[in-house]
Nanobody, 121 residues
Framework: QVQLEMSGPGLVKPSQTLSLTCTVS??????????FNWLRQPPGKGLEWVGSIWSTGATYYNPSLESRTSISRDTSKNQITLRLMSLTPEDTAVYYC?????????????WGQGTLVTVSS
């Protein structure tokens, strides 16, 4: 089965850049059927979509975050990396990566475990 494992820091200082990695096992990030997404949930708030990457490497971003966000991939390692720059305390959230299946019955079906990122000095 497909599994997504997340790694990255739990504490980042304001103005710094967050880097989180999602390692995919049991499936390929280049399969032409899935988006891989980054989402986050600030404390006491709902889920927010951050961005996505398609099998070709094409990326898509939440307009509210696009200027600070970059999603990249390493196909040899089957990894997807999120970078969010110029962090503020409002970026504190539980961050997730999730695979989204296309077609009938699709959706955000496989999730990473989530990691709490706290932005604080």
């Amino acid at each position: 089965q497909v599994q997504l494992e997340m790694s990255g820091p739990g504490l980042v200082k304001p103005s710094q850049t967050l880097s989180l990695t999602c390692t995919v096992s049991g499936g390929s990030i280049t399969t032409n059927y899935y988006y891989f997404n980054w989402l986050r949930q600030p404390p006491g708030k709902g889920l927010e979509w951050v961005g996505s990457i398609w099998s070709t490497g094409a990326t898509y971003y939440n307009p509210s975050l696009e200027s600070r966000t970059s999603i990249s991939r390493d196909t040899s390692k089957n990894q997807i990396t999120l970078r969010l720059m110029s962090l503020t305390p409002e970026d504190t959230a539980v961050y997730y990566c999730a695979r989204e299946a296309m077609g009938r019955g699709g959706g955000l079906e496989v999730w990473g475990q989530g990691t709490l990122v706290t932005v604080s000095s």
